[in-house]
């Protein structure tokens, strides 16, 4: 629906990727021309109940919450992995679109399904990825075929080592939706941000793009969310300032103006002795404590820096999960 909008903004600037959002496994009955859906509910019903996904009553699995009106489809079935590439090509070629969004590409099935449903057809945590491998193969050798961007929203990859690098290694970028917040706080994600930050390094190395998002909503849970993309960024990664509302909110507080004048990285980051996260910059540095613990104060080697509302400083203590530009 945003589709006017795109031969506008190629206009004013050549170098924009713009994608269309599309959802990979879900048909919406709220969706009858499949805009943002691989393929139509009504026709699904008609023509292809076999793509639905069942759970073990064998009755179609709707998704609770928000998301009613959502049906999970199967995303390893080899037709309608097909159908959602055909779709897709035909929508971003027709309204001149760079690429696709695929929203929604979940590392485990458990996490979306109601209380009480299982799925026969992907029983274990391998079954389901390997299905959602499959269509991921499919749908990047597709859309690459043709000539457009594919990028991917991976969801809770961290659960299986390695998963981040075998799914962002087909396509031109990923997203990581809960980078330092997945909504419950900063805290929530401390077991996996060192997997997270791992994560972006490589898809950095890899010349992979990195979408990052926080769903937090203040100043020092947003500095702590762009200084940590920092310590890995090389010009590849961007955190997204819609942290509460993807349509109706956007936010900016100083450490990004602070962020975007700190020059090239002058060298990588290096974890001190006291657990911080250290890179320097060729104007200033970034600092990030990941930890659930307060770190004492510290010198910043002989600089004096100012910035995240601190000025001319050469010491510094750091809160529980927070970051310094």
Not at 243 to 252: G, Q
Request: proline residues 5%; contains cysteine; charged residues 10%.
């Amino acid at each position: 629906t945003n589709s006017a909008e795109v031969a506008a903004l190629h206009a004013a600037n050549p170098k924009l990727i713009i994608l269309m959002y599309q959802h990979p496994w879900v048909s919406r009955s709220t969706d009858p021309n499949a805009l943002t859906a691989c393929t139509s509910y009504q026709g699904d019903l008609a023509n292809h109940p076999d793509w639905f996904l069942r759970d073990q009553n064998g009755n179609p699995i709707e998704l609770p919450g928000a998301s009613r009106d959502d049906y999970l489809m199967d995303v390893g079935n080899l037709a309608y992995q097909q159908a959602c590439a055909a779709n897709a090509i035909k929508l971003a070629k027709q309204y001149g679109f760079d690429g696709v969004f695929f929203d929604g590409i979940e590392a485990t099935l458990r996490l979306e399904l109601p209380k009480g449903i299982s799925v026969p057809e992907y029983p274990t945590l391998t079954s389901w990825q390997t299905a959602m491998s499959s269509l991921l193969s499919s749908l990047a050798g597709g859309l690459h075929a043709q000539g457009l961007k594919v990028f991917g929203n991976l969801c809770g990859t961290t659960v299986t080592s390695g998963l981040w690098q075998q799914w962002s290694a087909l396509l031109d970028g990923s997203m990581e939706e809960s980078w330092t917040d997945g909504g419950l706080g900063t805290a929530q994600q401390i077991p996996d941000w060192s997997k997270k930050l791992a994560n972006v390094a490589w898809s950095e190395a890899n010349d992979k793009y990195t979408l990052l998002h926080s769903y937090n909503g203040t100043q020092a849970g947003n500095t702590f969310g762009v200084a940590s993309m920092l310590l890995a960024s090389n010009g590849y990664a961007s955190y997204s300032t819609s942290n509460r509302n993807y349509t109706s909110y956007e936010m900016s507080y100083p450490e990004y103006g602070t962020a975007q004048a700190l020059g090239a990285p002058a060298g990588p980051y290096v974890r001190l002795a006291n657990g911080v996260y250290e890179r320097p910059y060729s104007n200033g540095i970034v600092l990030v404590n990941p930890t659930a613990k307060t770190v004492p104060a510290f010198s910043l080697g002989g600089g004096i820096y100012s910035g995240s509302n601190l000025s001319n400083v050469g010491s510094v203590s750091m809160a529980p999960t927070t970051g310094l530009i």
